[in-house]
């Protein structure tokens, strides 16, 4: 029997350990839900014969490291175990932590990022295991816990581990189908820098009568966000664009053969165009070669639906995150970002 063939006679086995994953709630807010997403995964991955150890670091739910086969070359496998917060909550048709299967599709918090790609290597190494088959070379899996809050600890907690980590190459968590339906291997991601802006103008919130002579920090927080990015898509930050390499000849050459149907990939967005209306192969290679600058959320003031409130808010909040191609730094765009606002008029971001 063929390893796909042993997939195919496990099929119910290897969802049901996708519907326990998917059961816990490894929420970064939930400590006591990635303990036990923890002890789940550990209790698999020895399950598997693979040799786990926990990589502990203070303030930081425990990373696993599990070991198996042997061999020269060593792969490390990264994943990680949390998953992105719940909320909105009212847009959910079933609950986030307890699977459903709709149309043969099964809905929960994390099925996607990440679990459903844990899952299906644990699955993967289990079918090849029943095939009696000796792995051809040993493989290392290192699952954090606070990928969805920005991997606070993981440099300091690699630097701590780092020789237990030592590998020939690395797998990164999971990719997608593309447009041909066929697996994605990605061999390089944008880097992301995020920003989170406050700005508090008044001392309360006030009658919106007063709209009229006291300055909004709403309207100033959305007039300043509005300077940041022409429509067109192109980021308006001095400088955000100096330390771009442009693609290669080669790069081009590959984007011209890349399977990608613009016509679908609208229909799934809902979109009658995209940014700049670009098309073909600008289209592509603004999408894997330009950086970005977008805004993750705004709150401020009265949002509560379906009822009315007279109110000038004293505050606004947004979030901005930057995704990042080689060869721009980070923190140089986080602080260009915050001093540009900054030098918005009317008040101080």
Same mark, same amino acid.
């Given at each position: ?11 119910? +086995?290897?969802?049901? *350990? /996708?519907?326990?994953?998917?059961? $816990?709630?490894?929420?970064?807010? @939930? ?59 009212? /847009? *959910? ?7 459903? %299967?709709?149309?043969? %599709? ?25 095939? @009696? ?5 040993? $493989? ?11 991997? &606070? ?10 020789? &237990? /980590? ?21 061999? !390089? ?8 802006? +406050? ?18 920090? %709403? ?32 790069? /081009? ?43 993750? !959320? $705004?709150?401020? !003031?009265? $949002? ?24 721009? @730094? ?5 602080? *260009? ?13």
């Amino acid at each position: 029997m063929s390893v796909s063939e042993v997939v195919q006679t496990n099929r119910d +086995t290897y969802v049901g *350990w /996708l519907t326990e994953a998917c059961s $816990i709630p490894s929420l970064a807010t @939930n400590p006591e839900g990635l303990a036990q997403m923890c002890s789940w995964l550990e209790a698999k991955f020895v399950d598997l014969g693979a040799r786990v150890e926990r990589l502990s670091y203070p303030g930081a739910p425990d990373a696993l490291l599990a070991t198996m086969g042997e061999g020269d070359r060593t792969v490390l496998i990264y994943d990680h175990y949390d998953v992105q917060p719940v909320d909105p909550i009212d /847009l *959910w048709v079933s609950e986030p932590f307890r699977p459903e %299967v709709r149309d043969g %599709v099964l809905y929960a918090r994390g099925v996607a990022d990440n679990k459903g790609d844990l899952v299906a290597r644990l699955a993967a190494l289990d079918a090849y295991r029943q095939e @009696n088959r000796q792995l051809p070379c040993r $493989i290392k899996f290192l699952v954090e816990g606070e990928e969805e809050t920005g991997s &606070k600890s993981f440099e300091a907690m690699v630097a701590r581990h780092g020789d &237990k /980590l030592a590998a020939d190459g690395c797998i990164w968590e999971g990719a997608g189908i593309d447009h041909a339906g066929r697996g994605e291997v990605v061999f !390089g991601a944008k880097g992301l820098a995020y920003v989170e802006l +406050t700005h508090r103008g008044l001392a309360e919130d006030q009658h919106s009568s007063l709209a009229v002579i006291a300055p909004s920090p %709403v309207w100033h927080l959305v007039e300043a966000l509005a300077t940041l990015r022409a429509p067109d898509g192109r980021v308006l930050i001095d400088g955000f664009y100096d330390d771009v390499i442009p693609p290669s000849e080669q790069d /081009l050459a590959v984007l011209a053969d890349l399977p990608f149907d613009e016509e679908a990939e609208r229909e799934r967005l809902g979109v009658q165009g995209f940014v700049g209306d670009d098309s073909g192969p600008d289209l592509l290679r603004r999408y894997f070669f330009e950086p970005t600058c977008n805004i993750a !959320g $705004i709150v401020a !003031g009265f $949002i509560e639906p379906g009822t009315s409130k007279t109110v000038l808010p004293k505050e606004a909040r947004c979030k901005i995150d930057m995704r990042l191609v080689p060869h721009q @730094n980070p923190d140089v765009k986080r602080a *260009w970002s915050r001093a540009f606002i900054r030098l918005r008029p009317q008040g101080r971001v």
